[in-house]
Structure formats: C-alpha cells, structure tokens
C-alpha cells in the first residue's frame, strides 16, 4: 500500500501525524488522506523500524483491515476452531537499522536448495526440490520508484529459517541519499505527540539512521 512514485515525500510531508511513546516503543499514525492510514512503531532507544501498518476505508465508508507491511501479523483471535497450521511456512519482514530484512520460517530444508534472485524489480524464493516458491517486491523502493539492485541482497539459511537481507547499498544509489529519503518525513506545524502519562506537545525530528524513508519522531 501507499503511494507510489516521485511525490510520496510530498504525501508524508503533508500527513498530520501523531506519535506516543510507551513500553520502549515510539508509535506514529501517519493522517495521509483519502482515508488512508499509516501507523509506525520504532524501537525507542536505536530508531529501529518494527512495524509498520496501512489502513484505507472501504467502499462503503467504513474502516479497513490493517495490512501489516513490517513487524509480525496480528495473532488470529482464540475463538477460531480452524486456524492456520503452524507447520506452514511464516513470512515476515523485520528490518534492521541498515537493511531491509525478511525472515521465513518453518523451511526445514538443507541450505543448499534455496536459491533468491532480483526478477522484474522482485525478489524470488525457490528450492530444487520444488517445495517452497515466493516472490515479494520491497514496498519502499516501489514508492520512491527505485530499482532493486542483485548486489545488494544475500540470504542465509538456519534453525528452519531463511533470511534475505537488501543491504544499504541503497544509501548510494544514483538519485537516492539518506537526506533525499528523510525531506518527506519533515515535521509539519499542528504535529504532536503524546507521552505515556498522557502530555502532549510538539513532534521534533530526531537525528540518526532512517534511510528507509521515514523519521523517528519524540516530544522535546
């Protein structure tokens, strides 16, 4: 979800944003307009994206389903008699400070079957033995039109987990700085964030690691 193309830093520049702090967490809700939503959640302490979450009304007016671009999926709730096996392959996306990183797990196969490759600005899981296949695109790159370069990504295999990681070789693609990426994140006037004890006051921008396109936001 989200806008895509040049003018999505001019789409985050204008949304009302609100933030809170709670639990060694900061949250923003991004306001976008249209009736969409977006909501992020930052390890308080290093700025580490751990989730991240869109939301747009439907049709008839009435508040969407969240569809969770970053973190883990919301857990189904208890009631449920036919759920999901938990045998089935699960996969997340769990960035780290400098890469965009995506975990699958329940992959009990040996290292040397998987193969992920760059296919039409995608990346592709495969196996030999043709038991696993998934193709995702990098969201953030789709809305900043930015093209998906095969040096910058690797994989490993562990514990029945597969782990792609694109490195920060994005910082110095053509075109694209950190400073590029962070101008649409810029606070605007009428801004605030709210504290666990319930204070509010104006959201300020702090400096550090955000090279993914979006700022940590704290009350000074």
Same mark, same amino acid.
């Given at each position: 979800m989200g806008t895509a193309g040049p003018g999505w830093a001019e789409v985050v520049r204008g949304a009302r944003k609100t933030a809170f702090v709670r639990d060694g967490r900061r949250s923003v809700h991004y306001a976008l307009g249209a009736g969409r939503e977006l909501v992020e959640e930052y390890e308080a302490d290093s700025g580490r994206l751990l989730a991240r979450r869109w939301r747009e009304t439907t049709a008839l007016g009435a508040a969407g389903e969240w569809a969770v671009e970053v973190g883990e999926p919301p857990a189904p709730p208890p009631a449920l008699i036919i759920r !999901?096996?938990?045998? &089935?392959? /699960? @996969?997340?996306?769990?960035?780290?400070?400098?890469?965009?990183?995506?975990?699958? #797990?329940? $992959?009990?196969?040996?290292? !040397?079957?998987?193969?992920?490759?760059? !296919?039409?600005?995608?990346?592709?899981? #495969?196996?030999? &033995? %043709?038991?696993?296949? %998934? %193709?995702?695109?990098?969201?953030?790159?789709? #809305?900043?039109? $930015?093209? /998906?370069?095969?040096?910058? $990504?690797? @994989?490993?295999?562990?514990? &029945?987990? /597969?782990?792609?990681t694109v490195g920060s070789q994005l910082c110095s693609w053509p075109g694209f700085t950190c400073r590029e990426a962070e101008a649409g994140s810029r606070v605007s006037p009428g801004d605030h964030s709210t504290l666990a004890g319930g204070q509010t006051g104006p959201l300020v921008p702090q400096p550090g690691p955000s090279w993914t396109g979006q700022r940590v936001w704290w009350r000074d």
């Open positions: !999901e096996s938990g045998c &089935n392959p /699960l @996969f997340t996306r769990q960035d780290t400070l400098d890469s965009f990183q995506w975990r699958i #797990r329940n $992959l009990p196969y040996p290292a !040397e079957v998987y193969s992920v490759t760059v !296919e039409q600005r995608c990346c592709v899981v #495969r196996t030999t &033995n %043709k038991k696993y296949y %998934k %193709k995702f695109s990098i969201p953030d790159l789709d #809305r900043y039109q $930015l093209p /998906l370069d095969a040096a910058a $990504l690797s @994989f490993a295999h562990a514990n &029945n987990t /597969l782990i792609i």
